[in-house]
């Protein structure tokens, strides 16, 4: 095995998940084995909703949104996930098939795990079944926390709510590039793209963003907190 396979390796991995840590080296191994690893490109489609679920998803690098379509076409955006996620780590133990889709919202780097093999480690690793139940419960509680902050809010406090999230969770930093449209912003927090264009420009002439095309500056962190505090 030369370098370069070496540090696509889970043992070696610098993206390895703390779910991992639970696991002995022969299990690493196992895992290793049992694995492949894909690139997508902004806009592919990773997963349909309807496809059968054969895989453990780790998100490496990137980031990906969780949708399901209407009959009408509209989007409604579940979660983004970011780097060190596990996707769709909800549903995989409990449904046959995805009840969403999965879709790249910047170049992203997955890892796709044979889920006969999770389930078996599953079975003799305590620790390891224990972690996953925890992580389990730590998004759900997070996913039922955003909804519910969400729809106590105005406009105003949604989209700082949202852009906070970005700051401070995605890219740790007050200054990004918004990974998504303007329309799929307000698919994520149920707004009209309308409003969420108006509400940026109200932000942007207020002093508290600053807005170049996709980059988005925090020039009021402290407004905008509390902005999206009280709703």
């Known amino acids: 095995m030369n370098n370069k396979e070496k540090q696509f390796t889970c043992e070696a991995c610098i993206y390895k998940s703390y779910l991992f840590d639970t696991l002995t080296r022969e299990e690493l191994l196992e895992v290793n084995i049992n694995k492949t690893e894909h690139d997508f490109r ?12 054969k895989s453990f998803i780790y998100l490496k690098e990137g980031l990906v949104k969780l949708y399901k379509e209407t009959r009408d076409r509209h989007e409604h955006i579940i979660s983004i996930a970011k780097p060190m996620d ?13 009840l969403y889709s999965i879709r790249a919202v910047e170049d992203s780097s997955l890892c796709f795990i044979n889920l006969d093999t999770v389930k078996t480690i599953i079975k003799r690793n305590g620790e390891f079944a224990l972690t996953i139940i925890e992580k389990m419960s730590i998004i759900s509680d997070q996913v039922l926390k955003t909804q519910i902050d969400l729809a106590g809010k105005q406009l105003r406090g949604r989209i700082a709510y949202i852009i906070l999230m970005f700051a401070d969770q995605i890219y ?8 998504i449209s303007r329309k799929e912003l307000g698919d994520l927090i149920d707004m009209r793209t309308e409003n969420v264009i108006r509400i940026l420009s109200e932000f942007r002439k207020d002093g508290l963003l600053r807005i170049e095309g996709k ?9 905008l907190r509390k902005i999206s505090e009280l709703g």
């Open 215 to 223: 980059t988005i500056e925090i020039r009021n962190m402290d407004l």
């Open 42 to 53: 902004k806009g592919d489609i990773i997963c349909h909703a309807g496809e059968s679920v």
């Open 172 to 179: 740790r930093s007050g200054k990004f590039d918004l990974p």
């Open 86 to 98: 596990f996707i769709g780590l909800l549903t995989v133990f409990s449904n046959s098939n995805y």
